[in-house]
């Protein structure tokens, strides 16, 4: 969270499966209303989500599916403007994430689908192209067997209208 002359800005992280699912795409600039959830994050992936957890150590996550979001044990409001929406893209070895691999791809617009795998320019479906995340850690630019990378959600920055209510 860091604060911002309109008052504040929380960042929140939008799984992709809940975009595909429930969710409407939205823009920088829009006004957005979710309901959220807090959850912990693994112990080695404490460093790379970092930027995006509360005071607790917990990840502010946005919650839609089934409409069951407001009866989750733990669930909360934020509501406020879009300032910034990052692709989250995340490696994987198989089926497992590699703890500290997350890559972020500004976009103005959030994506309604989501790329597995991201392809060799960085770009996802729809995305269009960013950073190039096919480098990896020292620059080199082959895929390792039995690896990708995978978008797996947006980080949205939030100029937040009022306070997160039962943050």
């Known amino acids: 969270m860091t604060d911002t002359g309109a008052g504040r800005t929380v960042r929140v992280f939008h799984r992709d499966w809940e975009m595909e699912c ?33 005071e607790r150590g917990l990840l502010r996550t946005v919650t839609l599916h089934g409409g069951a979001a407001d009866k989750r044990s733990g669930a909360s409001r934020i509501a406020g403007r879009v300032r910034s929406i990052q692709v989250v893209v995340v490696g994987y070895r198989g089926a497992d994430p590699v703890p500290g691999e997350r890559w972020l791809r500004p976009v103005e617009r959030c ?57």
């Open 22 to 54: 429930c969710g409407t795409p939205f823009s920088v600039g829009d006004e957005v209303a979710w309901p959220l959830v807090f959850e912990s994050v693994a112990e080695a992936d404490v460093a790379v989500w970092a930027d995006c957890l509360d």
């Open 111 to 167: 994506p309604k689908w989501f790329a597995d795998p991201v392809g060799e320019d960085g770009g996802g479906a729809g995305t269009g192209t960013g950073t190039d995340l096919a480098a990896g850690k020292g620059g080199a630019r082959r895929e390792r067997r039995g690896r990708r990378r995978v978008e797996c959600g947006v980080l949205v920055e939030v100029d937040v209208a009022g306070a997160e209510r039962g943050a």
